[in-house]
Protein backbone atom coordinates (compact mmCIF):
# COMPACT_ATOMS: atom_id res chain seq x y z
CA UNK A 1 0.00 0.00 0.00
CA UNK A 2 2.43 2.18 0.96
CA UNK A 3 4.88 1.77 -1.92
CA UNK A 4 2.33 2.39 -4.32
CA UNK A 5 1.67 5.79 -2.94
CA UNK A 6 5.67 6.67 -3.32
CA UNK A 7 5.02 5.18 -6.57
CA UNK A 8 2.03 7.02 -7.95
CA UNK A 9 3.15 10.34 -6.23
CA UNK A 10 6.84 9.72 -7.97
CA UNK A 11 5.09 9.12 -11.50
CA UNK A 12 3.26 12.56 -10.74
CA UNK A 13 6.23 13.99 -9.94
CA UNK A 14 8.10 13.14 -13.07
CA UNK A 15 5.19 13.79 -15.22
CA UNK A 16 4.99 17.16 -13.87
CA UNK A 17 8.96 17.92 -13.82
CA UNK A 18 10.16 16.02 -16.40
CA UNK A 19 7.85 14.60 -19.07
CA UNK A 20 5.53 17.56 -19.31
CA UNK A 21 7.66 20.35 -17.62
CA UNK A 22 4.68 21.92 -16.03
CA UNK A 23 6.86 23.45 -12.71
CA UNK A 24 9.91 24.65 -13.80
CA UNK A 25 12.86 22.49 -11.91
CA UNK A 26 14.89 24.62 -8.97
CA UNK A 27 15.83 24.12 -5.45
CA UNK A 28 12.70 25.49 -4.09
CA UNK A 29 10.04 23.69 -6.46
CA UNK A 30 12.21 20.19 -5.62
CA UNK A 31 12.16 20.98 -2.10
CA UNK A 32 8.52 21.80 -1.93
CA UNK A 33 7.91 18.32 -3.51
CA UNK A 34 9.92 16.60 -0.96
CA UNK A 35 8.31 18.08 1.74
CA UNK A 36 4.70 17.21 0.47
CA UNK A 37 5.61 13.85 -0.02
CA UNK A 38 6.86 13.46 3.60
CA UNK A 39 3.35 15.02 4.99
CA UNK A 40 1.63 12.73 2.58
CA UNK A 41 3.84 9.65 4.26
CA UNK A 42 3.21 11.43 7.95
CA UNK A 43 -0.61 11.59 7.34
CA UNK A 44 -0.94 8.72 5.52
CA UNK A 45 1.04 6.63 9.00
CA UNK A 46 -1.29 8.97 11.21
CA UNK A 47 -4.21 7.37 9.27
CA UNK A 48 -3.13 3.52 9.16
CA UNK A 49 -2.18 3.75 13.21
CA UNK A 50 -5.58 4.94 13.78
CA UNK A 51 -7.77 3.05 11.62
CA UNK A 52 -5.62 -0.04 10.57
CA UNK A 53 -3.33 -0.52 13.82
CA UNK A 54 -0.61 -3.45 13.61
CA UNK A 55 0.41 -5.62 16.38
CA UNK A 56 2.63 -8.52 17.03
CA UNK A 57 -0.27 -10.49 19.38
CA UNK A 58 -3.23 -10.31 17.24
CA UNK A 59 -6.70 -12.02 19.06
CA UNK A 60 -9.34 -12.80 17.35
CA UNK A 61 -13.04 -12.92 19.37
CA UNK A 62 -16.17 -14.40 19.06
CA UNK A 63 -19.53 -15.05 20.67
CA UNK A 64 -20.36 -18.19 21.79
CA UNK A 65 -22.99 -20.53 23.90
CA UNK A 66 -21.24 -23.09 25.92
CA UNK A 67 -22.23 -26.36 26.42
CA UNK A 68 -21.64 -28.16 29.96
CA UNK A 69 -23.68 -31.48 30.70
CA UNK A 70 -24.59 -31.97 34.36
CA UNK A 71 -22.95 -35.19 34.55
CA UNK A 72 -19.09 -35.96 33.71
CA UNK A 73 -18.73 -38.83 30.98
CA UNK A 74 -17.11 -40.13 28.15
CA UNK A 75 -19.22 -38.58 24.59
CA UNK A 76 -20.05 -41.26 22.15
CA UNK A 77 -21.82 -39.80 20.00
CA UNK A 78 -22.27 -36.00 18.61
CA UNK A 79 -25.69 -36.74 16.00
CA UNK A 80 -25.51 -33.19 14.50
CA UNK A 81 -23.53 -31.25 11.79
CA UNK A 82 -21.83 -27.51 11.54
CA UNK A 83 -23.55 -24.64 10.50
CA UNK A 84 -26.69 -26.67 10.37
CA UNK A 85 -29.64 -24.79 12.45
CA UNK A 86 -31.30 -27.13 15.31
CA UNK A 87 -34.61 -26.81 16.73
CA UNK A 88 -35.20 -26.94 20.08
CA UNK A 89 -35.17 -30.41 21.88
CA UNK A 90 -32.19 -32.28 19.69
CA UNK A 91 -29.79 -34.38 21.09
CA UNK A 92 -26.49 -32.73 20.54
CA UNK A 93 -24.24 -35.02 21.73
CA UNK A 94 -24.50 -38.28 23.93
CA UNK A 95 -22.65 -39.76 27.20
CA UNK A 96 -22.06 -43.34 27.57
CA UNK A 97 -24.53 -44.27 29.44
CA UNK A 98 -22.82 -47.62 31.14
CA UNK A 99 -21.33 -46.16 34.22
CA UNK A 100 -24.59 -44.74 35.59
CA UNK A 101 -26.42 -47.66 34.88
CA UNK A 102 -24.09 -50.10 36.84
CA UNK A 103 -24.75 -47.12 39.79
CA UNK A 104 -28.33 -47.67 39.09
CA UNK A 105 -28.00 -51.24 39.42
CA UNK A 106 -25.86 -51.46 42.04
CA UNK A 107 -28.35 -48.74 44.67
CA UNK A 108 -31.06 -51.07 43.09
CA UNK A 109 -29.50 -54.37 44.85
CA UNK A 110 -28.74 -52.55 47.99
CA UNK A 111 -32.17 -51.01 47.95
CA UNK A 112 -33.64 -55.14 48.16
CA UNK A 113 -31.12 -55.85 50.82
CA UNK A 114 -32.05 -53.07 52.69
CA UNK A 115 -35.89 -54.16 52.09
CA UNK A 116 -34.92 -57.20 52.89
CA UNK A 117 -33.34 -56.60 55.84
CA UNK A 118 -36.33 -54.28 56.47
CA UNK A 119 -38.69 -57.19 56.50
CA UNK A 120 -36.43 -59.47 58.98
CA UNK A 121 -36.42 -56.27 61.45
CA UNK A 122 -39.88 -56.07 61.59
CA UNK A 123 -40.62 -59.69 62.37
CA UNK A 124 -38.10 -59.53 65.15
CA UNK A 125 -39.84 -56.59 66.08
CA UNK A 126 -43.02 -58.04 66.16
CA UNK A 127 -41.79 -61.15 67.98
CA UNK A 128 -40.30 -58.36 70.68
CA UNK A 129 -43.42 -56.54 71.20
CA UNK A 130 -45.09 -60.18 71.91
CA UNK A 131 -42.23 -61.28 74.64
CA UNK A 132 -42.63 -57.82 76.31
CA UNK A 133 -46.45 -57.76 76.22
CA UNK A 134 -45.90 -61.83 77.45
CA UNK A 135 -43.48 -60.31 80.20
CA UNK A 136 -45.50 -57.41 81.48
CA UNK A 137 -48.43 -59.81 81.47
CA UNK A 138 -45.98 -62.17 83.88
CA UNK A 139 -44.89 -58.67 86.02
CA UNK A 140 -48.39 -58.04 86.73
CA UNK A 141 -49.20 -61.27 88.11
CA UNK A 142 -46.02 -61.62 90.03
CA UNK A 143 -46.64 -57.69 91.24
CA UNK A 144 -50.18 -59.44 92.40
CA UNK A 145 -49.01 -62.06 94.05
CA UNK A 146 -46.37 -59.83 95.34
CA UNK A 147 -48.50 -57.50 96.76
CA UNK A 148 -50.57 -60.30 98.37
CA UNK A 149 -47.70 -61.61 100.09
CA UNK A 150 -46.46 -58.06 101.45
CA UNK A 151 -50.18 -57.40 102.41
CA UNK A 152 -49.85 -60.85 104.48
CA UNK A 153 -46.58 -59.87 105.85
CA UNK A 154 -47.65 -56.17 106.45
CA UNK A 155 -50.52 -56.98 108.59
CA UNK A 156 -48.46 -59.98 110.53
CA UNK A 157 -46.06 -57.43 110.90
CA UNK A 158 -48.45 -55.06 112.47
CA UNK A 159 -49.66 -57.51 115.13
CA UNK A 160 -45.81 -57.92 116.06
CA UNK A 161 -45.80 -54.20 116.22
CA UNK A 162 -49.11 -54.17 118.61
CA UNK A 163 -48.05 -57.22 120.68
CA UNK A 164 -44.29 -55.51 120.76
CA UNK A 165 -45.49 -52.51 122.00
CA UNK A 166 -47.91 -53.58 124.20
CA UNK A 167 -45.01 -55.78 125.89
CA UNK A 168 -42.80 -52.49 125.75
CA UNK A 169 -45.13 -50.41 127.54
CA UNK A 170 -45.60 -53.06 130.40
CA UNK A 171 -41.92 -53.34 131.01
CA UNK A 172 -41.10 -49.61 130.98
CA UNK A 173 -43.74 -49.00 133.98
CA UNK A 174 -41.92 -52.30 135.40
CA UNK A 175 -38.83 -50.16 134.78
CA UNK A 176 -39.88 -46.80 136.67
CA UNK A 177 -41.25 -48.38 139.29
CA UNK A 178 -38.44 -51.45 140.19
CA UNK A 179 -35.72 -48.19 140.02
CA UNK A 180 -37.72 -46.83 143.37
CA UNK A 181 -37.70 -49.87 144.79
CA UNK A 182 -34.13 -50.26 143.78
CA UNK A 183 -33.61 -47.15 145.12
CA UNK A 184 -34.90 -47.57 148.52
CA UNK A 185 -33.49 -51.15 148.92
CA UNK A 186 -36.77 -53.16 148.52
CA UNK A 187 -35.41 -55.66 145.94
CA UNK A 188 -32.20 -56.82 144.44
CA UNK A 189 -30.38 -54.87 142.21
CA UNK A 190 -30.55 -57.61 140.11
CA UNK A 191 -33.84 -57.89 139.52
CA UNK A 192 -33.91 -53.99 138.27
CA UNK A 193 -31.20 -55.03 136.05
CA UNK A 194 -33.42 -57.87 134.53
CA UNK A 195 -36.17 -55.60 133.46
CA UNK A 196 -33.93 -52.88 131.84
CA UNK A 197 -32.50 -55.63 129.92
CA UNK A 198 -35.81 -56.69 128.72
CA UNK A 199 -37.14 -53.02 127.77
CA UNK A 200 -33.81 -52.81 125.71
CA UNK A 201 -34.50 -56.08 123.49
CA UNK A 202 -37.88 -54.96 123.03
CA UNK A 203 -37.46 -51.72 121.75
CA UNK A 204 -34.95 -53.17 119.70
CA UNK A 205 -37.04 -55.81 118.39
CA UNK A 206 -39.41 -52.96 117.82
CA UNK A 207 -37.17 -50.85 115.73
Known sequence: MVELIIGTYGLICWLVFKKL????????????????GIAMLGVLGVLLLK??????????????????PQVSGQVIAVPVASNVPLPEGDVLFQIDPAPYEYEVN????????????????????????AATAQAKADVAASES????????????????????????????????????????????????????EQVERLEAQLR
Open 21 to 36: RLIPVNAYTVCTAIMI
Open 51 to 68: YQPASSDGRLYTVTTPIV
Open 106 to 129: RLEAKLAAANTSLSSSKERLTAAQ
Open 145 to 196: AYDRQAQQQRDQAAVGVAQVSAQLSLARKDYVRYKELVETGTIPRQKFEQVS
